[in-house]
């Protein structure tokens, strides 16, 4: 059975598939993205699945294709939430995990690009920073938790990141 190499886990906006394709290219491999995964698997944009099945129903959902990218060699992102499942986390205990990670400020910025993403957009009338900062605080123990790395990515060009991401990999081969 195959393994990814390594496999980046973060909040949205964060930089995780533009850091997981770079980071393939560096290393001459695949990347694959669960989100991507969901959206070929439903024919439509995550943040619709997600509205339009919930969250828990999601979050079942989104395990099967985690398991399902994790059976690929290469580099592999996962959706921002997909820490939040017990058997993700479980699953992730036997992988090189990266925690790729971005300021409050500057993941609403990136995410307010972006108006399909329900977890972080919340309720109308509710600032998407607070939602941010409330996302962030939950999941911050379990990227902390998976992860055997964390690359921050604010200010700090794509590159730059997946240099660090490279250098992390060549410490621990």
Sequence with gaps: MSQPRVVLVGPPGAGKTTIGRRLARALNTTHVDSDALIEQDQGKPCGEVYSDLGEEQFRELEAQHVAQALQHDGVVSLGGGAVVTDSTRALLANHEVVWVDVSVEEGVRRTNQTPTRPVVTGAPGIDPAVCYQQLVDERAPLYREVS????????????KVVADILRYLETIS
């Design 148 to 159: 055997g790395f964390k690359a921050r990515t604010d200010h700090r060009t794509p590159q």
